[in-house]
């Protein structure tokens, strides 16, 4: 198999988007598909450490749906990456990942404002059954393509 770079560098990924990648690879948990799969041993480890982030509960309608809201907010496209890979909770978790928010406008209010955003629309942080669950749904929706 021949590798086809279609676009080098075309931007950064959402852990959403490299478990989902890996996912269209054939990586799963079952260990008898890691046999077979043409998955190597350390994109295996990225898909296991992917599984228990808030990767595995996102869909690409919840992170589209996200990214329209924030734009009210005047965050930058990697900001919005990161609270949609870390998911944020609270102000101390938010503060980080915002570059110079007091300079660009965005106040008390508006980091409030952007943690219940999180709450509303991010999926909940993933338990172990959650994950599992959104791993069988999207080979199912992937199969009825």
């Known amino acids: 198999m021949k590798n086809i770079i279609v676009k080098a560098n075309a931007g950064t990924l959402t852990n959403f988007e490299v478990l989902d990648l890996l996912n269209s690879r054939g990586a799963s948990n079952d260990t008898t598909t890691r046999v077979i799969a043409p998955v190597s041993t350390s994109e295996y480890k990225v898909y296991d ?14 992170l589209t749906n996200f990214s329209d809201q924030c734009k009210d907010f005047k965050l930058a496209k990697a900001e919005i990456l990161n609270i949609i890979n870390i998911r944020p909770s609270f102000t101390v978790e938010l503060a980080p990942i915002l570059e110079e928010p007091i300079e660009r406008g ?35 929706e992937g199969e009825q393509s």
Request: net charge negative.
């Open 106 to 140: 965005i106040d008390n209010k508006a980091i409030e404002g952007i943690l219940k955003l999180v709450e509303a629309l991010l999926p909940p942080l993933p338990t172990v059954e959650a994950c599992g669950e959104n791993e069988e749904e999207e080979t199912e």
């Open 49 to 62: 450490y992917l599984m228990e982030t808030p990767a595995c509960t996102q869909t690409l309608e919840i």
